[in-house]
């Protein structure tokens, strides 16, 4: 067996006892496959028909929905705490032979979604994904936990991760763009000092990750620092793929797995070879994907 394939298996085998409880908003990804027909002649507007054996209209659920879905496969037990009634909406107009997504629109219901109340001593791993939609600004979690937060068009600048700065935090994840705007700087962090001065800065956490797109990721946890390349094979859509990393970097945060970032890049590959969250991380998937590497 390969060195990859072992360390799935034993990850596989750690994570099976866990219980899990997964908080933040449920986003409903809508997939409307049309084709570019130019600009119209009466107004400064593009003009889109309904591709001919396309899609049609494809509806995802997304957002800690889909993290929670991916873990289902590999822990003993999960329990997702979302919005229930009030819809986060996402649809995107997309060509997919050009691999391009045209015009995104957002229905967002996000007043009234109260208080919740969570305690971590009820479960092995509490994760909380905010994507800024307002279900988690009413959250307390009496106890570390593992947290993300994401920025978006809808958010930007307002829900970055030092909002969170006085809660103790067992990890948190972060992309690029996350990233700068934690430090208030665009920084190159392929640089373990730069990564040091964001783990440093109102983080709270003991474990830091960070998503660099195509060039991989990277970790810091105040000794170790790790580099990890990205796993790349053919990429249908990359959307979900920061949240299928950081639902497994959860685990490997919580387990202590010493090589930290290979099975969420890993993951994360694997979730970039279909369309948004068309599908769910499985073991089965997962080890056959890892097949392709050894």
Known sequence: MSALKSMLEDFCQKASTLRVCVIGETIIDEFVEVKYEGQSMKSFCPVFRYAENGLGRVEQRGGAAAIASHLEDFVA????ITNAEREIVKTRLIDRDDHKKHVEINRIESDGFGEIEISPAEYDVVIVADFGHGFCDGLKVNGKFHYMSQTNSNNFGFNRMSKWKAYPKKSVCLDLREASLQLNHKADFGSAENIKELYNYELGADKLFLTLGKKGSVYYDGERYA???????EVVDTIGAGDTFYAFACLAAELDIEEVT???ALAAGLS????CNAESVTKDKLLQYADRFV
Not at 77 to 80: G, R, S
Not at 227 to 233: D, I, L, P, V, W
Not at 272 to 275: A, G, K, P, Q
């Open 77 to 80: 037990k999960v329990d997702l």
């Open 272 to 275: 970039c070879t279909w369309l």
């Open 227 to 233: 580099e990890q390349s990205a796993f790349k094979s």
């Open 262 to 264: 290979v099975i969420p």
